[in-house]
């Protein structure tokens, strides 16, 4: 059951007159599974996110724009999220973009950036030798060490590693979620996808849930007027939380049912 003021408040959505609705993937859509390859979305909330903003009449202006906001890259969000082609995607925290008008906008590194991811992956790739279960994926703006099939102090001494491998470099911005550490030679947060989605949709009214602390950038930028949804436990900025990803899926059921009266 959701909190009666969070119903009140999805309810006071009804009226506004353009919303964006943009929503985490991993841990907010999809449960956190091993090979982060595997990970789908709960049905329920799939069906919701491409039923909300399902393109109207012709001509018709959308009264909802739905968007992910993901800190995969766009290639593994698309993969694993498989959204209908009216959806934004935001990718690697917002350094990739893509919008239905304007196709992919692709991400250029300078010199300068390819040759400090380069020193960053191997720095990476030396930890992931060292523990196993340790692994690397590979993002355009950077690259990620995850640690979740590592035992508990295999993952933590991992990360240590990469932090003090990483951390102070000039030009590579080190970032931590659950189980990950990244580090980008492309200076963006999900504040900044954020931002891009309200501009790029136009919408005046914004609705973004989250799960991770990487996601306390988008939640920082909400207004009175918007929604932010937290999913789960740790500290938030977000108005509202939600314990479970199955919340969600109510969460977006009764949002669907409020904007497509
Ligand atoms: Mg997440």
Redesign the pocket.
Known sequence: MLPDELRAAVENLAAVPHLLVAL?????LAPFVDRPEDARALPGSAEALARLAEPGAAGAEPRTTTALL??RHLESLRLVARPPEHVLLVGSHGAERYSPETGDEPLTLTDGQETLLAAATAALRDITAAFAGARLEHKPSGVVLHVRQCSTADGEAALSGARAALDGTPGIHVTE?KAVLEAAVVRVDKGVGLDWLRRVSGAGTVVFA???V??EHAFSTLGPDDLGLKVGGGETGAEFRVGTLADVTEFLNLLTSVRRL
């Open positions: 985490d993937f991993d841990g907010t993901s800190g979620g989250g799960d991770d990487t996601d």
